[in-house]
């Protein structure tokens, strides 16, 4: 039986040079949450409790490490405004704004090849 995912196209002994790049980018930005995190931020700044409604279903710890994570990476900002209460404003930095264009572009080939998640699929029995 053949590999269906092995390199046959010339084109792709292209992307060699690129695997270590890619390892580096989805070992951070494939985990859970940290492309819906840097998504909720491409709206605009943001506190902890304004990315929480952005991004429905992930629980404070997550959203927390997340944050901090991303922080570490580079690619957000947390600014804290001191006074009472103390409060964190979260930003994307240009590394992090320029990270949505190929997020975009993944949405789209998503869309196309991705066959829905089966909660949402129309024909799901329930």
Known sequence: MTNPYAQTEPQDRE???TI??????????????NGLVLVALAQ???GFGEVRERVPGISDRMLADRL?????AGLLT???QHGPPLRSQYALTP????????LAALAVWAEE???PHPATRSDTVG
């Open 95 to 102: 590394h992090g704004s320029a990270f949505l264009i190929p």
């Open 15 to 17: 992307l060699s040079p």
């Open 20 to 33: 270590p790049a890619l390892t580096r980018a989805f070992a951070l930005l494939g985990k859970r949450w």
């Open 44 to 46: 605009g700044p943001a």
């Open 113 to 115: 090849h991705l066959p």
């Open 78 to 80: 947390r600014t804290v």
């Open 68 to 72: 901090h994570e991303l922080a570490v």
